[in-house]
């Protein structure tokens, strides 16, 4: 049998998130084989001993591979816990039968279109910083939009010391107070929609992801899940499977909006 990352046996076994496991693993909560485990350690499943906090961590069922997608509210979390309590998409997808895992990160205040899934692989090409897959967001903002102030949030710009890759702005629609603005991102830094706008001197009051590629929202109602359609589970797998393209601005960190 072939050895696998043991970071990814936690995945599989679904007990966390390979960033979550490689946390414990540094933090000497894993034991292979008796020995404390380290960073990099591969294991083979069914025949290395694998303990967390002294309970065995056994191999896997086979388990058939899940994908689906929510209309996250605001106000959760998107983890799957919360040592504060405080709600988290967990909640919402309970009743999936098997336990998911979010694609990258929308904050707590932000809304929309949130991927889950069981395929650790797969995840982890979607959420790779390189990754060139568009979201496509709805931006409400307080006032309208000065025409220079567009200009800038479609030209280069640098946040948190990093050169962000062109973020493609439009106007698409101004009401009594507010204008709503379609933003469409190659990458995600961290809250990079909301340290765009207030570097511009935008007041965002709703922040929206409507789609992820070719995935839209549709129908789907706030708070609510679906499985992803054949067509549309093979569209992620094979945007998942280009290679990334090469970008100067490559950093780590979580992605969202």
């Known amino acids: 049998m072939d050895s696998i990352k043991l970071q990814k046996y936690f995945t599989d076994c679904g007990i966390m998130s390979r960033r979550a496991a490689e946390k414990e693993i540094e933090s000497g909560k894993v034991k292979v084989n008796g020995e404390p485990a380290f960073m990099g350690q591969r294991i083979v499943p069914g025949v290395d001993a694998v303990t967390y906090l002294g309970k065995a961590v056994k191999p896997p069922k086979l388990t058939k591979k899940m994908y689906i997608m929510l209309n996250k509210p605001r106000g959760y979390l998107t983890t799957m816990s919360d040592d504060r309590g405080r709600p988290t998409v967990a909640d919402l997808v309970a009743d999936a039968g098997v336990r998911v895992y979010p694609v990258g990160r929308l904050d707590m205040d932000s809304e929309g279109l949130l991927l889950l899934t069981n395929d650790g692989d797969l995840a982890l090409k ?62 995600g830094r961290n809250r990079q929609i909301r340290k765009m706008c207030e570097k511009v001197g935008l007041e965002i009051l709703r922040l929206c992801r409507i789609a992820i590629g070719d995935l839209t929202l549709g129908e789907l109602a706030p708070g609510k899940w679906r499985y992803l359609t054949r067509a549309q589970t093979e569209y992620l797998i094979r945007s998942a499977a280009k290679s990334p393209k090469d970008k100067t601005t490559e950093t780590k960190g979580t992605k969202n909006a």
Do not use: C, Q, W
């Open 126 to 187: 979607l959420t790779h910083p390189r990754h060139s897959i568009p979201k496509i967001y709805h931006v409400r903002v307080s006032g309208t939009v000065p025409k220079d102030t567009l200009k800038a949030l479609n030209s280069p710009m640098e946040i948190d010391g990093y050169n962000l890759l062109p973020v493609k702005t439009e106007l698409i629609s101004i009401k009594n107070g507010y204008s709503v603005l379609r933003m469409t991102l190659f990458e």
